[in-house]
């Protein structure tokens, strides 16, 4: 887990240079759709274990 965090951190830094040149949006850029798929699994991962947590504090103890 830690190592995805610091690969996470160090992603800008393995983009490729800019070379200044804008070019037309035609339509969503491969990085759009990737962080669209994080943010979901994120949000799921986060739900999950959240369900857990209180699913655990609702069982009756004998």
Known sequence: ???LFALLLASPA???PHSGVVKVRTGPE???????????LGIWLIRRAMRARFA?????KD
């Open 30 to 40: 491969l990085s759009d759709i990737v962080l669209f798929v994080v943010a979901a």
């Open 1 to 3: 887990m830690r190592f």
């Open 14 to 16: 393995l983009a490729a």
């Open 56 to 60: 655990k504090r609702d069982t009756p």
